[in-house]
């Protein structure tokens, strides 16, 4: 059977390994992945449904992604299983007989042989373990407080401050810097941030911090979607591309999972119709 590893175990990751679970049982799936929840990006992030434009992504494409995201977590949202969905989408995908790996990729190659397929989730890793230089990073600092009185969010105007009231804590924000690689939280940010959000809500002047964290929003003009066949010394690795989801991850990763998992489909039937020309 093929052997197919999913570099990176963030959101990105985990909903494609997750889907190749369910659409390819014969397969078996490794996630390698340096950090886990809730050391990810998508653990900083208040996780909002948002459209979030990627100038270099057809926009029906984008439409579609964020649907098929919408639709599967609002029958979610409204299913008796509600209030604990989402708490961990990784013990799902061990349970259903996924494995794991906590691991640093330093060279792609090093799993040639190992596996048929590569899918690469690595976030703003693959900048360095692709080359991919059209990535950056585009640091986000938020401060989560305890405000269990808070019931409703607010954003302004263009999603520079927002508070989301959430399960444990409320998620105050925001920042948006650009080529900023620093992923520890800003003391004079943090103030920034909480001035902001009390301006719009009062009753957070006194709250108390829970935490302070950043992340790093993979960021590309265009979400690099699409398969690969990377040659070295005469040996092909098949690789399919996840990556760059920016400020809108959440949105659209049902979509674009699902995406990943038909290109692996399509790399699975070039590697069946090879092992048979050789027979
Ligand atoms: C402050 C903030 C607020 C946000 N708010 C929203 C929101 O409201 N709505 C929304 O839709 N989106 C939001 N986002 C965006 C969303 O969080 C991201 O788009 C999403 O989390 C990206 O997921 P990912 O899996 O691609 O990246 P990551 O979570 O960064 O996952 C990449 C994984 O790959 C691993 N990795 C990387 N390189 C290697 C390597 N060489 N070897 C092994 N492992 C490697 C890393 O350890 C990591 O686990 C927000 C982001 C931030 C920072
Ligand atoms: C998350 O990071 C912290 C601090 O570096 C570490 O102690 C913890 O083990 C990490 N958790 C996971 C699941 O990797
Ligand atoms: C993922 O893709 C990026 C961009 O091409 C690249 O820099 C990185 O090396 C890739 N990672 C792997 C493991 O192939």
New binding site residues.
Partial sequence: MPQIAV?GGGLVGLSTALCLLDSLPQCPVTIISEAFSPNTTGDVAAGCLIPHTYPDTPVQQQKEWFKETFDHLFKIAISPEASIAGVSLLSGFRSRGGMVQTQR?NN?WD?HGKYDI?V?C?GI????????TS?YPVKGQVVQVHAPWLTHFIRDGDGSTYIYPGRSSTTLGGTRQKHNWKLLPDEKTSKEILNRCSALEPSLQGSRVVQEKVGLRPVRSSI?LEK?M?VRNGHRLP?V?N?GHGGGGFSVHIGTAKAATRLVEELLNVLNDITKSKL
């Fill in positions: 570099i990729v792609v799993l590569i690469n690595s890793g693959s900048r360095d373990l692709f080359g991919d990535l690099r690969e990377i690789v591309h990556y």
